[in-house]
């Protein structure tokens, strides 16, 4: 079995404890077996600079590879040590399935939103295309929400 890291606190920022933490235990994981690859799990929103470039230096420093997973959000930081991971090729096969996967999802998402908001098929896709913010009165007129709620 690998070895797995985590940055995995809801809004856990890269800070120097973190980074002691996570460069402590790199090294250690590295030393017990140096032909097992680390995992390592973000959930992060960014944080301190120098901690963060110490956290990467350690990872290309290191014999083992360090795969990078976001699990949630990597902001800032956070995303330059995802990327500070080591680049692996995906089996096509793999890519695949992955992406016949997120179109199932898709399709199935889709049709909830469409069932559940009277809209046609054309209009609830059209609108899944991009990032849309709605105001609570925005989202009861788009029939996402049934009531919203006003205090006095």
């Known amino acids: 079995m690998d070895s797995v890291l985590y940055i995995r606190e809801e809004g856990q920022e890269v800070d ?3 980074s002691n933490q996570l460069i402590g235990l790199i090294i250690y994981l590295s030393m017990e077996d140096e032909n097992k690859d680390l995992y390592l799990f973000i959930n992060s929103p960014g944080g301190w600079v120098i901690p963060g470039i110490a956290i990467y230096d350690t990872m290309q420093f290191v014999r083992p590879a360090v795969q990078t997973v976001c699990m949630g959000l990597a902001a800032s930081m956070g995303s330059f040590l995802l990327a500070g991971g080591e680049i692996t090729k995906p089996q096509t096969g793999e890519f695949i399935l992955e992406a016949e996967e ?10 909830v939103y469409v069932q559940r908001t009277g809209k046609p098929v054309w209009l609830v896709s059209e609108d899944m295309e991009r990032d849309a913010f709605m105001s609570a009165a ?7 929400v049934d009531l919203v709620a006003v205090a006095n």
Do not use: C, F, N, V
């Open 102 to 111: 997120l179109l199932k999802l898709r399709e199935t998402i889709t049709r």
């Open 138 to 144: 925005e989202a009861q007129a788009h029939g996402i």
């Open 16 to 18: 120097s404890e973190i």
